[in-house]
Protein backbone atom coordinates (compact mmCIF):
# COMPACT_ATOMS: atom_id res chain seq x y z
CA UNK A 1 0.00 0.00 0.00
CA UNK A 2 1.28 3.83 -0.87
CA UNK A 3 0.16 6.24 1.01
CA UNK A 4 0.97 10.19 2.14
CA UNK A 5 0.73 12.00 5.35
CA UNK A 6 0.62 15.44 7.56
CA UNK A 7 0.94 16.09 10.72
CA UNK A 8 2.34 15.28 14.53
CA UNK A 9 1.25 14.73 18.08
CA UNK A 10 3.23 15.81 20.36
CA UNK A 11 5.75 13.63 22.60
CA UNK A 12 8.95 14.07 24.61
CA UNK A 13 12.39 13.13 23.32
CA UNK A 14 11.86 10.35 21.37
CA UNK A 15 15.43 9.77 20.04
CA UNK A 16 17.69 7.87 22.53
CA UNK A 17 19.11 4.82 20.04
CA UNK A 18 21.30 7.40 18.54
CA UNK A 19 22.63 10.30 20.29
CA UNK A 20 23.13 12.84 17.20
CA UNK A 21 19.32 13.01 16.87
CA UNK A 22 18.49 13.89 19.91
CA UNK A 23 14.48 15.67 19.61
CA UNK A 24 13.22 17.92 22.55
CA UNK A 25 9.60 18.41 23.17
CA UNK A 26 7.16 18.89 19.93
CA UNK A 27 5.71 21.69 18.95
CA UNK A 28 2.05 20.27 18.47
CA UNK A 29 -0.18 17.52 19.54
CA UNK A 30 -2.14 16.76 16.26
CA UNK A 31 -1.84 13.15 14.94
CA UNK A 32 -0.90 12.59 11.75
CA UNK A 33 -3.52 11.66 9.01
CA UNK A 34 -3.27 10.43 5.31
CA UNK A 35 -5.15 13.22 3.75
CA UNK A 36 -4.08 15.51 0.94
CA UNK A 37 -1.99 18.50 0.74
CA UNK A 38 -3.62 21.24 -0.42
CA UNK A 39 -4.83 20.17 -4.08
CA UNK A 40 -2.10 18.17 -4.17
CA UNK A 41 -1.23 14.58 -3.36
CA UNK A 42 2.18 13.63 -1.70
CA UNK A 43 2.41 9.72 -2.22
CA UNK A 44 5.47 7.63 0.08
CA UNK A 45 6.82 5.70 -3.50
CA UNK A 46 8.01 2.33 -3.05
CA UNK A 47 11.46 1.95 -4.30
CA UNK A 48 14.30 0.19 -3.57
CA UNK A 49 16.95 1.14 -0.92
CA UNK A 50 20.68 0.87 -1.07
CA UNK A 51 22.46 0.99 1.96
CA UNK A 52 25.38 3.25 2.38
CA UNK A 53 66.75 16.67 43.58
CA UNK A 54 66.31 17.51 39.95
CA UNK A 55 69.32 15.26 39.09
CA UNK A 56 68.60 12.78 41.26
CA UNK A 57 65.17 12.69 40.12
CA UNK A 58 66.00 12.73 36.40
CA UNK A 59 68.22 9.69 37.30
CA UNK A 60 65.12 8.12 38.58
CA UNK A 61 62.76 8.36 36.01
CA UNK A 62 64.82 7.48 33.11
CA UNK A 63 65.60 4.14 34.53
CA UNK A 64 61.94 3.09 33.92
CA UNK A 65 62.23 -0.25 32.16
CA UNK A 66 60.50 -1.45 29.12
CA UNK A 67 59.30 -5.42 30.22
CA UNK A 68 59.46 -6.41 26.25
CA UNK A 69 63.20 -7.44 24.76
CA UNK A 70 63.95 -5.75 21.70
CA UNK A 71 65.70 -2.08 20.80
CA UNK A 72 62.54 0.00 21.11
CA UNK A 73 61.50 -0.10 16.93
CA UNK A 74 64.75 1.72 15.65
CA UNK A 75 64.72 4.47 17.97
CA UNK A 76 60.14 5.03 17.47
CA UNK A 77 57.84 4.17 20.50
CA UNK A 78 58.30 1.85 23.42
CA UNK A 79 56.80 -1.11 23.84
CA UNK A 80 55.91 0.37 27.03
CA UNK A 81 53.80 3.00 26.39
CA UNK A 82 53.77 6.76 28.38
CA UNK A 83 50.97 6.75 30.76
CA UNK A 84 48.52 8.85 28.60
CA UNK A 85 49.20 7.44 25.65
CA UNK A 86 45.83 6.52 23.97
CA UNK A 87 44.76 3.54 24.67
CA UNK A 88 46.38 3.27 28.18
CA UNK A 89 43.71 3.96 30.40
CA UNK A 90 41.48 0.78 28.86
CA UNK A 91 44.36 -1.44 28.97
CA UNK A 92 45.13 -0.64 32.97
CA UNK A 93 41.07 -0.62 34.11
CA UNK A 94 40.96 -4.09 31.56
CA UNK A 95 37.81 -3.02 30.54
CA UNK A 96 36.52 -3.07 26.93
CA UNK A 97 33.57 -4.57 24.55
CA UNK A 98 34.09 -8.57 24.18
CA UNK A 99 35.67 -8.96 20.85
CA UNK A 100 33.05 -11.83 19.99
CA UNK A 101 30.46 -9.03 20.18
CA UNK A 102 31.81 -6.59 18.15
CA UNK A 103 30.99 -5.53 14.83
CA UNK A 104 27.18 -6.93 15.21
CA UNK A 105 24.02 -5.87 15.61
CA UNK A 106 22.33 -5.32 18.56
CA UNK A 107 20.40 -8.08 19.67
CA UNK A 108 16.23 -7.88 19.76
CA UNK A 109 14.87 -8.57 22.82
CA UNK A 110 12.02 -10.36 21.93
CA UNK A 111 11.01 -13.79 20.51
CA UNK A 112 10.13 -11.50 17.66
CA UNK A 113 12.30 -11.12 14.53
CA UNK A 114 12.58 -8.42 12.59
CA UNK A 115 11.71 -8.62 8.96
CA UNK A 116 13.81 -8.59 6.28
CA UNK A 117 11.67 -7.96 3.81
CA UNK A 118 8.36 -5.87 3.34
CA UNK A 119 5.47 -7.16 4.89
CA UNK A 120 1.68 -7.46 3.70
CA UNK A 121 -0.63 -6.80 6.20
CA UNK A 122 -1.54 -10.11 7.40
CA UNK A 123 1.94 -11.17 7.68
CA UNK A 124 1.86 -7.80 10.31
CA UNK A 125 -0.78 -9.05 12.33
CA UNK A 126 0.75 -12.78 12.61
CA UNK A 127 3.73 -11.11 13.95
CA UNK A 128 2.05 -8.89 16.30
CA UNK A 129 0.11 -12.02 17.26
CA UNK A 130 3.86 -13.24 18.30
CA UNK A 131 4.58 -10.62 19.90
CA UNK A 132 5.12 -11.10 23.75
CA UNK A 133 6.46 -7.68 25.15
CA UNK A 134 4.76 -5.48 27.17
CA UNK A 135 5.32 -2.71 25.26
CA UNK A 136 3.67 -1.17 22.12
CA UNK A 137 4.45 -3.78 19.46
CA UNK A 138 4.14 -0.77 16.93
CA UNK A 139 7.01 1.40 18.65
CA UNK A 140 9.28 -1.50 19.74
CA UNK A 141 9.56 -3.01 15.89
CA UNK A 142 10.39 0.83 14.81
CA UNK A 143 12.67 1.74 17.44
CA UNK A 144 14.57 -1.46 16.59
CA UNK A 145 14.02 -0.84 13.33
CA UNK A 146 15.93 2.45 13.69
CA UNK A 147 18.63 0.55 15.79
CA UNK A 148 19.64 -1.77 13.72
CA UNK A 149 19.35 0.39 10.34
CA UNK A 150 16.59 -1.93 8.71
CA UNK A 151 15.39 -1.05 5.44
CA UNK A 152 13.48 2.03 4.56
CA UNK A 153 11.29 -0.25 2.50
CA UNK A 154 10.31 -2.57 5.29
CA UNK A 155 9.75 0.19 7.49
CA UNK A 156 7.27 1.85 4.90
CA UNK A 157 5.64 -1.36 4.93
CA UNK A 158 4.96 -0.78 8.43
CA UNK A 159 4.03 2.70 8.02
CA UNK A 160 1.62 1.45 5.80
CA UNK A 161 -0.35 -1.50 8.07
CA UNK A 162 -0.05 0.97 10.76
CA UNK A 163 -2.01 3.10 8.47
CA UNK A 164 -4.79 1.04 7.70
CA UNK A 165 -5.33 -0.49 11.42
CA UNK A 166 -5.76 3.04 12.78
CA UNK A 167 -8.23 5.15 10.43
CA UNK A 168 -5.13 6.64 8.68
CA UNK A 169 -3.42 7.87 11.75
CA UNK A 170 0.33 6.78 12.17
CA UNK A 171 2.26 8.42 15.68
CA UNK A 172 4.64 10.67 15.52
CA UNK A 173 6.77 8.19 17.01
CA UNK A 174 6.74 6.00 14.58
CA UNK A 175 7.30 8.86 11.50
CA UNK A 176 10.25 10.24 13.19
CA UNK A 177 11.96 7.23 12.92
CA UNK A 178 10.99 6.38 9.73
CA UNK A 179 12.77 9.96 8.76
CA UNK A 180 15.58 8.62 10.52
CA UNK A 181 15.67 5.46 8.37
CA UNK A 182 15.39 7.73 5.13
CA UNK A 183 18.27 9.84 6.65
CA UNK A 184 20.70 7.51 7.32
CA UNK A 185 19.79 5.28 3.98
CA UNK A 186 20.49 8.92 1.95
CA UNK A 187 16.92 8.31 0.82
CA UNK A 188 16.50 11.98 -0.29
CA UNK A 189 13.29 11.86 -1.92
CA UNK A 190 11.68 10.26 1.16
CA UNK A 191 13.13 12.79 2.90
CA UNK A 192 11.65 15.51 0.90
CA UNK A 193 8.11 13.57 1.22
CA UNK A 194 8.24 13.83 4.90
CA UNK A 195 9.87 17.51 4.70
CA UNK A 196 6.78 18.65 2.50
CA UNK A 197 4.09 17.23 5.01
CA UNK A 198 5.89 18.52 8.02
CA UNK A 199 6.31 22.21 6.40
CA UNK A 200 2.66 22.10 5.07
CA UNK A 201 1.46 21.58 8.41
CA UNK A 202 3.61 23.28 10.84
CA UNK A 203 5.44 26.62 11.35
CA UNK A 204 8.06 25.43 13.61
CA UNK A 205 9.22 21.48 14.44
CA UNK A 206 11.39 20.74 18.12
CA UNK A 207 15.28 20.56 17.81
CA UNK A 208 15.45 16.99 16.47
CA UNK A 209 13.02 17.49 13.38
CA UNK A 210 14.83 19.93 12.33
CA UNK A 211 18.44 18.37 13.11
CA UNK A 212 16.95 15.21 10.83
CA UNK A 213 15.53 17.37 8.08
CA UNK A 214 18.81 19.23 8.00
CA UNK A 215 20.76 15.98 7.61
CA UNK A 216 18.37 14.53 4.61
CA UNK A 217 18.36 18.38 2.81
CA UNK A 218 22.09 18.84 2.34
CA UNK A 219 22.09 15.77 0.09
CA UNK A 220 19.79 17.24 -2.45
CA UNK A 221 18.69 20.33 -4.89
CA UNK A 222 16.86 21.48 -2.30
CA UNK A 223 20.03 22.00 0.27
CA UNK A 224 19.30 25.35 0.59
CA UNK A 225 16.18 24.75 2.86
CA UNK A 226 18.33 23.38 5.28
CA UNK A 227 19.43 27.06 5.60
CA UNK A 228 16.10 28.63 6.54
CA UNK A 229 15.77 25.57 9.05
CA UNK A 230 18.64 26.54 10.80
CA UNK A 231 16.91 30.01 10.53
CA UNK A 232 14.06 28.58 12.57
CA UNK A 233 16.31 27.09 14.93
CA UNK A 234 17.87 30.62 15.94
CA UNK A 235 14.71 31.99 16.18
CA UNK A 236 14.84 30.32 19.76
CA UNK A 237 17.94 28.89 20.30
CA UNK A 238 21.28 28.58 19.14
CA UNK A 239 21.57 25.80 16.93
CA UNK A 240 24.06 22.86 17.78
CA UNK A 241 27.64 21.95 16.19
CA UNK A 242 25.90 19.42 14.06
CA UNK A 243 23.74 21.69 12.83
CA UNK A 244 25.61 23.83 11.89
CA UNK A 245 28.63 21.15 10.68
CA UNK A 246 25.73 19.21 8.33
CA UNK A 247 25.00 23.18 6.72
CA UNK A 248 28.35 23.67 5.71
CA UNK A 249 28.78 20.44 4.71
CA UNK A 250 25.60 21.13 2.28
CA UNK A 251 27.47 24.47 1.10
CA UNK A 252 30.73 22.29 0.50
CA UNK A 253 28.61 19.97 -1.34
CA UNK A 254 27.41 22.34 -3.13
CA UNK A 255 30.22 24.53 -3.72
CA UNK A 256 28.66 27.48 -2.09
CA UNK A 257 32.43 28.46 -0.33
CA UNK A 258 31.22 31.59 0.84
CA UNK A 259 28.31 30.11 2.68
CA UNK A 260 30.23 27.58 4.44
CA UNK A 261 32.81 29.56 5.32
CA UNK A 262 30.09 31.82 6.91
CA UNK A 263 28.88 29.04 8.79
CA UNK A 264 31.75 28.07 10.09
CA UNK A 265 32.80 31.88 11.45
CA UNK A 266 29.30 31.58 12.84
CA UNK A 267 29.89 28.42 14.17
CA UNK A 268 32.98 29.01 16.42
CA UNK A 269 31.91 32.79 17.22
CA UNK A 270 28.98 30.87 19.31
CA UNK A 271 32.36 29.54 21.26
CA UNK A 272 31.18 25.80 19.79
CA UNK A 273 33.75 23.38 18.90
CA UNK A 274 33.23 22.03 14.86
CA UNK A 275 32.49 18.61 14.17
CA UNK A 276 36.02 17.03 13.16
CA UNK A 277 34.29 15.84 10.05
CA UNK A 278 33.46 19.43 9.14
CA UNK A 279 36.88 20.64 8.97
CA UNK A 280 37.59 17.55 7.45
CA UNK A 281 35.19 18.89 4.70
CA UNK A 282 36.91 22.29 3.81
CA UNK A 283 40.35 20.01 3.42
CA UNK A 284 38.60 17.53 1.09
CA UNK A 285 37.00 20.55 -0.88
CA UNK A 286 40.22 22.73 -0.62
CA UNK A 287 42.42 19.67 -2.39
CA UNK A 288 40.50 20.40 -6.34
CA UNK A 289 40.71 24.12 -5.61
CA UNK A 290 44.56 26.61 -6.17
CA UNK A 291 43.66 29.64 -3.66
CA UNK A 292 45.93 31.22 -1.51
CA UNK A 293 43.00 32.59 0.90
CA UNK A 294 41.32 29.80 0.57
CA UNK A 295 44.76 27.86 1.77
CA UNK A 296 45.28 30.60 4.70
CA UNK A 297 41.95 29.85 6.13
CA UNK A 298 43.19 25.79 6.33
CA UNK A 299 46.23 26.67 7.96
CA UNK A 300 43.61 28.81 10.39
CA UNK A 301 42.28 25.57 10.90
CA UNK A 302 45.04 23.84 12.01
CA UNK A 303 46.38 26.36 14.56
CA UNK A 304 42.29 25.93 15.55
CA UNK A 305 43.19 22.05 16.79
CA UNK A 306 46.58 23.22 18.34
CA UNK A 307 45.23 26.01 20.49
CA UNK A 308 42.32 23.72 21.71
CA UNK A 309 44.18 20.48 21.92
CA UNK A 310 41.80 18.66 19.08
CA UNK A 311 43.00 15.91 16.80
CA UNK A 312 42.11 14.68 13.55
CA UNK A 313 41.09 11.06 13.34
CA UNK A 314 42.99 8.90 10.61
CA UNK A 315 40.49 9.82 7.69
CA UNK A 316 40.84 13.27 8.27
CA UNK A 317 44.66 12.86 8.51
CA UNK A 318 44.65 11.60 5.24
CA UNK A 319 42.90 14.31 3.96
CA UNK A 320 44.97 16.79 5.36
CA UNK A 321 48.07 14.97 3.89
CA UNK A 322 46.22 14.85 0.38
CA UNK A 323 45.62 19.01 0.43
CA UNK A 324 49.02 19.25 1.14
CA UNK A 325 50.19 17.48 -1.82
CA UNK A 326 48.02 18.78 -4.20
CA UNK A 327 49.24 22.46 -3.73
CA UNK A 328 50.87 23.46 -6.76
CA UNK A 329 54.59 24.30 -7.14
CA UNK A 330 55.22 23.57 -3.12
CA UNK A 331 56.47 20.20 -3.69
CA UNK A 332 54.90 19.24 0.19
CA UNK A 333 55.30 15.41 0.88
CA UNK A 334 54.09 13.68 3.99
CA UNK A 335 54.45 10.53 5.74
CA UNK A 336 52.81 9.10 8.69
CA UNK A 337 55.36 8.48 11.51
CA UNK A 338 55.96 8.22 15.74
CA UNK A 339 58.28 10.60 17.67
CA UNK A 340 60.92 9.15 19.74
CA UNK A 341 61.19 9.42 23.23
CA UNK A 342 64.32 11.89 22.58
CA UNK A 343 61.67 13.91 21.25
CA UNK A 344 62.53 13.54 17.56
CA UNK A 345 60.44 12.95 14.82
CA UNK A 346 61.01 9.69 13.24
CA UNK A 347 60.63 10.63 9.68
CA UNK A 348 62.26 13.83 9.56
CA UNK A 349 64.57 13.79 12.53
CA UNK A 350 63.00 17.46 13.61
CA UNK A 351 62.82 17.98 17.42
CA UNK A 352 59.13 18.36 18.60
CA UNK A 353 58.17 21.03 21.01
CA UNK A 354 58.99 20.38 24.70
CA UNK A 355 56.65 19.51 27.13
CA UNK A 356 58.02 21.38 30.01
CA UNK A 357 56.38 24.82 30.13
CA UNK A 358 58.42 27.76 29.82
CA UNK A 359 59.00 29.84 33.14
CA UNK A 360 55.75 32.40 31.85
CA UNK A 361 53.55 29.38 31.19
CA UNK A 362 54.10 28.34 34.22
CA UNK A 363 53.70 31.41 36.60
CA UNK A 364 50.60 32.18 34.63
CA UNK A 365 49.45 28.47 35.33
CA UNK A 366 50.49 28.62 38.87
CA UNK A 367 48.27 31.82 39.30
CA UNK A 368 45.42 30.26 37.25
CA UNK A 369 45.42 26.63 39.62
CA UNK A 370 45.61 28.90 43.07
CA UNK A 371 42.81 30.89 42.41
CA UNK A 372 40.26 28.81 40.39
CA UNK A 373 41.11 25.52 42.21
CA UNK A 374 42.13 26.05 45.11
CA UNK A 375 40.81 29.50 46.05
CA UNK A 376 38.27 29.45 44.07
CA UNK A 377 35.99 26.82 46.23
CA UNK A 378 36.74 23.53 44.60
CA UNK A 379 38.47 22.08 47.92
CA UNK A 380 36.07 23.46 50.46
CA UNK A 381 33.65 20.90 48.76
CA UNK A 382 35.11 18.51 51.02
CA UNK A 383 38.32 20.64 52.77
CA UNK A 384 37.68 23.46 55.72
CA UNK A 385 39.42 26.72 55.07
CA UNK A 386 40.94 25.95 58.25
CA UNK A 387 42.63 22.82 57.60
CA UNK A 388 43.84 24.63 54.15
CA UNK A 389 45.18 26.93 55.86
CA UNK A 390 46.82 24.91 58.14
CA UNK A 391 48.35 23.04 55.26
CA UNK A 392 49.99 26.26 53.62
CA UNK A 393 51.91 27.13 56.68
CA UNK A 394 52.88 23.59 56.63
CA UNK A 395 54.55 23.77 53.12
CA UNK A 396 55.73 27.45 53.70
CA UNK A 397 57.79 26.11 56.71
CA UNK A 398 59.66 22.56 54.30
CA UNK A 399 62.25 23.31 51.59
CA UNK A 400 60.79 22.77 48.03
CA UNK A 401 59.90 19.13 47.74
CA UNK A 402 61.18 16.83 44.80
CA UNK A 403 57.93 14.39 44.67
CA UNK A 404 54.41 15.02 45.98
CA UNK A 405 53.31 11.89 47.28
CA UNK A 406 49.21 10.57 47.21
CA UNK A 407 50.00 8.40 49.94
CA UNK A 408 46.31 6.97 50.20
CA UNK A 409 46.76 6.60 46.48
CA UNK A 410 50.00 5.05 46.25
CA UNK A 411 48.96 2.48 49.07
CA UNK A 412 46.54 1.05 47.21
CA UNK A 413 47.64 0.66 43.78
CA UNK A 414 48.89 -2.78 44.45
CA UNK A 415 46.82 -6.26 45.46
CA UNK A 416 49.44 -7.62 47.48
CA UNK A 417 51.06 -6.47 50.94
CA UNK A 418 49.37 -4.50 53.58
CA UNK A 419 48.33 -0.65 52.23
CA UNK A 420 51.28 0.81 54.40
CA UNK A 421 53.63 -2.04 53.60
CA UNK A 422 52.98 -0.96 49.90
CA UNK A 423 53.51 3.11 50.39
CA UNK A 424 56.41 2.51 52.43
CA UNK A 425 57.91 0.75 50.07
CA UNK A 426 57.56 3.48 48.01
CA UNK A 427 58.70 5.85 49.89
CA UNK A 428 61.95 3.94 50.84
CA UNK A 429 63.58 3.66 47.62
CA UNK A 430 62.65 7.14 47.25
CA UNK A 431 64.25 8.24 50.06
CA UNK A 432 67.73 6.48 48.56
CA UNK A 433 68.24 8.87 45.75
CA UNK A 434 68.12 12.27 48.66
CA UNK A 435 64.77 13.21 47.31
CA UNK A 436 62.73 15.69 49.31
CA UNK A 437 59.69 14.20 49.68
CA UNK A 438 55.92 14.81 50.72
CA UNK A 439 53.37 12.26 51.30
CA UNK A 440 49.87 13.27 51.66
CA UNK A 441 47.50 11.13 53.45
CA UNK A 442 44.55 10.84 55.88
CA UNK A 443 44.16 10.76 59.34
CA UNK A 444 42.63 7.86 59.35
CA UNK A 445 46.35 5.91 57.71
CA UNK A 446 47.95 6.44 61.37
CA UNK A 447 45.70 4.54 63.47
CA UNK A 448 47.07 0.84 63.85
CA UNK A 449 44.71 -1.44 61.85
CA UNK A 450 45.53 -4.52 60.11
CA UNK A 451 46.24 -2.48 56.93
CA UNK A 452 48.06 0.62 58.66
CA UNK A 453 51.16 -0.90 60.84
CA UNK A 454 52.06 1.82 63.09
CA UNK A 455 55.66 0.98 62.96
CA UNK A 456 55.73 0.95 58.87
CA UNK A 457 53.91 4.59 59.13
CA UNK A 458 56.75 5.62 61.57
CA UNK A 459 59.21 5.02 59.13
CA UNK A 460 57.60 6.35 56.35
CA UNK A 461 57.29 9.83 58.50
CA UNK A 462 60.90 9.14 59.20
CA UNK A 463 61.71 9.28 55.61
CA UNK A 464 59.43 12.22 53.94
CA UNK A 465 57.26 15.26 55.52
CA UNK A 466 54.20 14.25 55.73
CA UNK A 467 50.97 15.83 56.30
CA UNK A 468 47.62 13.97 57.44
CA UNK A 469 44.23 15.34 56.09
CA UNK A 470 41.06 15.18 57.90
CA UNK A 471 39.31 11.64 56.69
CA UNK A 472 36.58 13.62 54.63
CA UNK A 473 39.00 16.22 53.03
CA UNK A 474 40.13 16.00 49.28
CA UNK A 475 43.67 15.20 48.55
CA UNK A 476 43.98 16.53 45.04
CA UNK A 477 43.92 20.40 45.74
CA UNK A 478 46.81 19.71 48.89
CA UNK A 479 48.66 17.81 45.77
CA UNK A 480 48.50 20.61 43.61
CA UNK A 481 49.17 23.06 45.72
CA UNK A 482 52.49 21.40 46.97
CA UNK A 483 53.40 20.29 43.48
CA UNK A 484 53.04 24.00 42.49
CA UNK A 485 54.55 25.83 45.09
CA UNK A 486 57.43 23.68 45.01
CA UNK A 487 58.62 25.12 41.61
CA UNK A 488 59.04 23.30 38.10
CA UNK A 489 60.88 20.95 38.81
CA UNK A 490 58.74 19.29 41.19
CA UNK A 491 56.60 16.19 40.25
CA UNK A 492 53.81 14.15 41.51
CA UNK A 493 52.70 10.52 41.97
CA UNK A 494 49.08 9.22 41.56
CA UNK A 495 46.82 7.52 39.64
CA UNK A 496 44.24 10.43 39.42
CA UNK A 497 43.93 11.78 36.18
CA UNK A 498 42.80 14.77 37.77
CA UNK A 499 39.93 15.39 35.36
CA UNK A 500 37.56 17.60 37.46
CA UNK A 501 40.56 19.90 38.25
CA UNK A 502 40.99 20.43 34.79
CA UNK A 503 37.39 21.51 33.98
CA UNK A 504 37.38 23.69 36.93
CA UNK A 505 39.62 26.13 34.53
CA UNK A 506 38.43 29.28 32.93
CA UNK A 507 39.53 28.40 29.16
CA UNK A 508 40.75 26.69 26.49
CA UNK A 509 44.26 28.17 27.27
CA UNK A 510 44.40 27.08 30.69
CA UNK A 511 43.27 24.21 30.51
CA UNK A 512 46.08 23.23 27.77
CA UNK A 513 48.99 24.21 29.96
CA UNK A 514 47.45 22.44 32.71
CA UNK A 515 47.21 19.13 30.92
CA UNK A 516 50.75 19.66 29.40
CA UNK A 517 52.06 20.56 32.91
CA UNK A 518 50.45 17.66 34.50
CA UNK A 519 52.08 15.06 31.44
CA UNK A 520 55.73 16.49 32.11
CA UNK A 521 55.26 16.19 36.21
CA UNK A 522 52.85 12.61 37.09
CA UNK A 523 54.95 10.28 37.61
CA UNK A 524 53.45 6.75 36.83
CA UNK A 525 54.82 3.46 38.94
CA UNK A 526 55.40 0.34 36.68
CA UNK A 527 53.33 -2.49 37.00
CA UNK A 528 54.94 -5.25 39.13
CA UNK A 529 56.79 -3.38 41.38
CA UNK A 530 58.75 -5.02 43.91
CA UNK A 531 60.74 -4.73 47.16
CA UNK A 532 63.66 -3.84 45.42
CA UNK A 533 62.74 -2.45 42.70
CA UNK A 534 60.75 1.10 41.39
CA UNK A 535 60.58 2.02 38.41
CA UNK A 536 58.48 4.53 36.09
CA UNK A 537 56.63 4.80 32.65
CA UNK A 538 58.50 7.07 30.80
CA UNK A 539 57.87 10.46 30.82
CA UNK A 540 56.95 12.40 27.19
CA UNK A 541 59.36 14.85 26.48
CA UNK A 542 57.54 16.39 23.72
CA UNK A 543 54.19 18.08 23.51
CA UNK A 544 51.52 16.28 21.21
CA UNK A 545 49.91 19.30 19.50
CA UNK A 546 49.11 20.04 16.21
CA UNK A 547 52.73 22.03 15.55
CA UNK A 548 54.85 23.95 12.96
CA UNK A 549 58.51 24.20 12.86
CA UNK A 550 59.91 25.79 9.87
CA UNK A 551 59.22 24.31 6.34
CA UNK A 552 56.81 21.38 8.36
CA UNK A 553 54.07 20.63 9.77
CA UNK A 554 53.62 17.60 12.80
CA UNK A 555 50.37 16.88 13.42
CA UNK A 556 49.09 13.77 16.02
CA UNK A 557 46.44 11.97 15.22
CA UNK A 558 43.67 9.21 16.55
CA UNK A 559 43.75 6.05 15.14
CA UNK A 560 40.61 4.15 13.66
CA UNK A 561 41.15 1.41 16.26
CA UNK A 562 42.69 3.04 18.94
CA UNK A 563 39.96 4.18 21.54
CA UNK A 564 41.88 7.24 23.01
CA UNK A 565 39.96 9.07 26.67
CA UNK A 566 40.09 12.46 26.89
CA UNK A 567 42.78 12.59 29.08
CA UNK A 568 45.10 10.64 26.71
CA UNK A 569 47.02 12.05 23.79
CA UNK A 570 47.87 9.64 20.06
CA UNK A 571 50.98 8.28 19.41
CA UNK A 572 51.07 8.18 15.53
CA UNK A 573 51.88 11.57 13.93
CA UNK A 574 51.28 12.87 10.08
CA UNK A 575 55.00 14.63 9.24
CA UNK A 576 54.82 16.54 6.20
CA UNK A 577 57.93 18.49 4.80
CA UNK A 578 58.15 20.84 1.79
CA UNK A 579 60.98 20.92 -0.98
CA UNK A 580 60.28 24.25 -1.90
CA UNK A 581 59.72 27.44 -0.10
CA UNK A 582 56.73 29.44 -0.06
CA UNK A 583 53.94 31.18 2.30
CA UNK A 584 51.77 27.93 3.27
Not at 180 to 195: G, P
Amino acid sequence: MTFYLSGFRNIPKLWKSNPYFELGPATSSAPFFLCAIGNQQRWFSVKPTTPPNSKALNLLVTKARTHRKGNDNNGQVSSDPHYFAAGAAKKRSHIGANPQNQGHALPVRSSVQLPTKPLNSAEWDKLKEDFKGKASFEDFIISQMARNCCSVDVAKSLLAWVAAKNNGIVGYNLLVKYLYLCVFHKQTSEVIDVYEIMKAKYKSLESGGYTLLIRGLIHSDRWRESLLLLEDIKKVMVPSKKNYGDCIQGALLHQDVNTAWSLYQELVGHNLIPPLETLKAFFDYGKDINDDHYSDKLLDILLYLRNNQLYPGESFAHSIKTWFESIPGRQWKGQFTTIQKSGQCSGCGRTIESIHLSPEEYEFLKEKIMRDVIDGGDQYKKTTPQELKRFESFVNSCPPFDIVIDGLNVAKMFSKGRESQNLLGVVSQLAQQNLQLLVLGRKHMLRPSSQWRKDEMEQVQKQAHCFFADNISQDDPFLLYATLNSGNHCKFITKDLLRDHKACLPDARTQRLFFKWQQGHQLAIMKGFQKSKLTFQHILSYDTVVQRTGDSWHIPYDEDLVQRSSCEVPTKWLCLQRKTPGPC
